[in-house]
């Protein structure tokens, strides 16, 4: 049986890639001209205000090139699950998608240091490291032979917990007994049982109803998460943890990164670059009117927490990263090195 549905899953990913290509002909012949179009896939859902500022990337791509490359963009997951964008990258058939770094660790574990609870000791640390870490740009190239490399980041924001109950949460004891929505991630359910909660994985999707139900007493995850998807109508408390920055990743594919110049791999990474900064440039706003946008729905807001029983209790999952090889350690201590000396980590 399992067998058997292992081979539909494969014949059903082949024919996603097949229908994927030739949709993609079809507008390449409809488009055909001196202009370079790449086509960037992401699962965003359009019209939102992280799809507008991830359509930047095209304005900015244009003023770049002189209108001489465009970015053609498929949000809202037109092109199937993140997986399967990776996959059509790798295959050539995708120029580039925008993917969380907790997919990309299914393609090269390195990856998955960016799940690591509390690697990141704010939002200053966050930035500063993604963007001058010498181990991080390493770790974007080290992936060509797999079809794929890493060309820039997206700055989402920290996650946090939020919970039905009106209660801040700064220790493992306050979660203790309580089931928490947790993504499809080892690391992330280690995370929320290091920090003294019963992780239930489940699909983002499925959280409002999971909430609605009493399947789950809470979840974590961004400010935006909780307002866009509702959930501030179903919990009373939302705590600032910052237990994680998981940056989503801009990769393009090998093949397509190989065929242009110099001068057309730098307009590409400027454009990119603009189009974070863009977005960080709007992010804390965004951040303030979808709090301000809780509490009108009676969520009350914890800030400026003690952090320091969270970040002990979650050690154990950066030693285990650490333990993985040179290599890991190497891109670990590259990290934290950016770390400010009044930073979280004097706290750990």
């Known amino acids: 049986m399992k067998k058997n549905l292992k081979r539909l899953g494969a014949l059903l990913t082949a024919a996603a890639l097949v229908l994927a290509a030739l949709t993609f002909i079809r507008v390449k012949r409809a488009n055909a001209s001196n202009t370079i179009q790449i086509r960037l896939g992401h699962n965003q859902q359009g019209g ?27 949000p809202s997951g037109q092109l199937g699950s993140e997986t399967s964008e990776v996959e059509m990258v790798q295959a050539g058939i995708l120029d580039m998608a925008k993917v969380s770094s907790n997919t990309l660790g299914q393609f090269d574990s390195r990856y998955s240091i960016f799940a690591i609870p509390y690697l990141f000791k704010g939002q200053e640390h966050y930035y500063k490291s993604m963007e001058k870490s010498q181990a991080v740009k390493d770790l ?3 992936t060509a032979n797999k079809g794929f490399i890493a060309i820039g980041y997206y700055a989402n924001g920290s996650r946090n917990f939020y919970l039905k109950e009106n209660v801040k949460v700064d220790s493992p004891s306050v979660l203790a007994g309580k089931k928490i929505r947790s993504m499809v991630s080892s690391t992330s359910m280690s995370m929320i049982t290091a920090l003294g909660g019963t992780p239930v994985p489940m699909a983002a999707s499925e959280t409002y109803s999971a909430l609605q139900q009493g399947i789950v007493d809470g979840a ?129």
């Open 220 to 348: 974590e995850n961004t400010e935006l998460a909780l307002t866009v998807d509702g959930h501030e109508d179903l919990v009373s408390s939302y705590t600032y943890t910052e237990h994680q920055y998981s940056p989503d990743i801009f990769i393009i594919s090998t093949k397509k990164w190989n065929s242009l110049t110099d001068e057309q791999r730098e307009q590409l990474t400027n454009a990119l670059e603009k189009t974070n900064d863009n977005f960080k440039s709007a992010y804390n706003r965004m951040m303030d009117e979808a709090m301000d946008q809780a509490r009108q729905h009676g969520v009350t807001v914890y800030k400026e927490i003690d952090k320091s029983e969270l970040i002990r209790a979650v050690q154990p999952i950066h030693q285990k990263y650490i333990d993985r090889g040179a290599e890991y350690q190497a891109l670990y201590d590259d990290i934290e090195s950016y770390a400010g000396a009044s930073s979280q980590g004097a706290e750990k």
């Open 48 to 74: 939102t205000e992280i799809a507008n500022t991830i359509a930047k990337f095209d304005e900015f791509t244009r003023q770049e090139s002189g209108e001489k490359m465009s970015v053609k963009i498929y």
């Open 140 to 142: 974007f190239r080290a």
